[in-house]
């Protein structure tokens, strides 16, 4: 089992384009979830999932849009990125009462 | 509000010293508490979760619900320990709430 795969590792943006930070899972995991990390601020909840179909914001949800139309795929989408958004992004994954499972994370820079 | 706090941002030891890193939270149900680690540049991984009470790498955690803290614990720290360590609270809404991060620093 891959886990959770977070593509790209790196990706490099001029202000005002739009991408999607691509994460699957092969685990069956109901849960998904994006975080982002930042310096000092540790990690902050961006949108998560508790089923395909079913999408909620967290703490900082304010320029990013996700959508969840299968199990295996939770993509986060930046449609007008900003300098305020470079930082590394993170995908976990839960089921039931375990704990969450982190992919490896996209850094992302915004010029 | 569910908060986890993370006094320090930076410990820093020497080899085969005792080791503790802070974590209080405020929550106001029966919380579930974690330890991640996050080893340079890589992915976080679980430590430890307070219903397991095992000790893994040596490090321990306890929950005090009185006073809300969730120390992590190790009696004597290795140079592999050098990493950033968060606390992190699980409550009834599933949501993962992290705290700022401490980062452990073990001098040979």
């Known amino acids: 089992n891959a886990g959770v795969t977070q593509t790209p590792k790196f990706q490099v943006l001029k202000t005002g384009q739009s991408m999607t930070l691509q994460c699957a899972q092969d685990?069956?995991?109901?849960?998904m979830s994006w975080y982002r990390q930042d310096p000092g601020m540790g990690l902050r909840l961006i949108h998560y999932?508790?089923?395909?179909?079913?999408?909620d914001q967290g703490e900082v949800p304010n320029g990013y849009n996700v959508s969840r139309s299968t199990t295996e795929d939770f993509p986060l989408r930046l449609l007008s990125a900003a300098p305020s958004q470079t930082s590394v992004y993170f995908c976990?994954?839960?089921?039931?009462?375990?704990?969450?499972?982190f992919g490896d994370g996209t850094r992302l820079s915004i010029l | 509000a569910q908060r986890v706090t993370q006094p320090e941002k930076l410990l820093s030891v020497f080899k085969g010293a005792p080791v503790e890193l802070k974590c209080n939270y405020s929550y106001s149900g029966s919380p579930e508490l974690f330890w991640y680690v996050q080893y340079s540049r890589q992915r976080l991984q679980l430590l430890l979760r307070?219903?397991s009470r095992e000790s893994i790498k040596g490090f321990t955690a306890d929950l005090n619900k009185g006073e809300t803290s969730f120390h992590l614990k190790k009696p004597f720290a290795q140079e592999e320990d050098s990493a950033m360590y968060y606390c992190?609270?699980?409550?009834?809404?599933?949501?993962?709430?992290f705290g700022t991060g401490t980062r452990l620093q073990v001098f040979p």
């Open positions: 307070h219903i």
């Open positions: 976990a994954t839960r089921t039931g009462e375990q704990p969450q499972h």
């Open positions: 999932s508790v089923g395909a179909g079913i999408t």
């Open positions: 685990m069956n995991h109901e849960y």
């Open positions: 992190a609270l699980s409550g009834q809404t599933d949501k993962l709430i």
